[in-house]
């Protein structure tokens, strides 16, 4: 095996050079031996147009100089990912017992192809077999539009980038404090009136997604093998959706006023149910985040609240926790009935909800027993812990915007070399790991160019540990082929962070930006 020698980000499993190159110009053509692979080969003859500006044809059958896609029968305890790329001078064969497999080894030969050299209208390949699959099943980037909102033409970019590096699950954070961005046609204030403002400018015009919108996004995302998961937070996080329906809010603080939905009004468990009934029509993932994290931020007026007090008295509730966990298993339950997985973040592993129907996301880094604790109950778990996930914080010392965490900050190489075994659990209990996940928080990016920094090259970082084995991964090597997916982002007019010359890639930051950064050094 030379892996160290292939150019692809996330390093397959088994990579063998051979002697060789195979010549991809626009005599080439692309054959389909399955009626199921037309959406692949289509895919694969339209972004080597885009990219690479060839004309390639699909043929119904396999000549001379062809990229032959092929459906196998599947072996034992084979990921349903896996796929095997054969590039020979004379063709290039891509087998796999499905079609996400196809996709895959499409996406391998596609990245080759890009960090090729064209010459004479023609790129020169060399030739490999590569066998290969995932090593997680969730491979997940969060992007928040409620802080700011981004829209679908930014979205469709990031699920381009998601699907060149092989991840597969975008969570959508569509409600939050900010605004609220989700059609709900039940409910349209939530919109008209939710969607006003973001976090920075509590004025501006409304901005959201309609549902046409959001199919149009699902439908882009399903051909590229994305599942969109929504989330729809609550008890917390709730002040966008209450400045629309104040009727079904809680209360909040002071720092966090109406943070939260009323768990003691039956008529907020319909509310809320029927936004979840509209969003499970629109999404067809089967699975809901409901976020339930912070919700002591603001709940301090449940204290008072004669409906919630009755709630406490009638269910024999102790304490405002308690009341939380209520609240969480009531619309799981709404979840469940509509055959939905719940998804959770990691405070919600003290509550008692079926293991085979929730998913907990472990975030907060700094409290590893909740993670530990989520894992003992049974439960499925993505890892998604701040340091290193969340790429809202910093990347190196110079930066002046975004977030750190007694100091520590992001760089490339702690997002590479995190592993599951360096966390203390045990081999029988890593199998309850579903995979991890980045998170794009935008309380600190005002931008496009600012959210583009913050996310390129980390993202290969993070697709390399979601796909690829611990035992494979060598950061030396990684950072030479980074070099190569540099070249790729400035050709897609990207304003990328450069971790080799990062003075020469200055943080982008908008007026807004500097002046809050003034205002911040005054108050220090």
Known sequence: ??????????????????????????ATTIVYTDAV??????????????????????QPSAITSSIQLSLVKPGNNIDEGAYSLEIKPTGVKINAATSKGIFYGIASLLQMARVGEMKNNSININCCTITDQPRYAWRGLLLDESRHFWGKQTVKQLLDWMAFYKLNKFHWHLTDEPAWRMEIKAYPLLTLTGGIGNYTDKTAPAQYYTQEDIKEVIAYAKKRFIDVIPEVDMPGHATAANRAYPAFSGGGSAQHPEFTFNPGKDSTYTYLTNILKETDALFPSQMIHLGGDEVSFGNEKWKINPGINKLMQDQKLPDLLAVEHYFTKRMADSLFKLNNKVLLWDEAADTDLPTDKTIIFWWRHDKPAQFKKALSKGYSVVMCPRLPFYFDFVQDTTQHFGRRWNGGYVPLDRLYNFTVADQGITAEQQKQILGVQAALWTENILTKEKLQYMLFPRIAALAETAWTADGQKNLPQFKERVKLQLKLYQQDGLYFYDPFQPTQTPEPLSAKELSLIKDQIQKQ
């Open 37 to 58: 692979l037309q959406g692949q080969a289509y895919y694969l003859q339209q972004q080597l147009l885009k990219y690479n500006g060839l004309t390639l044809s699909i």
């Open 1 to 26: 095996m030379i892996a160290q020698q292939c150019a692809i980000i996330p390093l397959p499993a088994h990579v063998e050079l051979v002697n060789g190159s195979f010549k991809l110009n626009n």
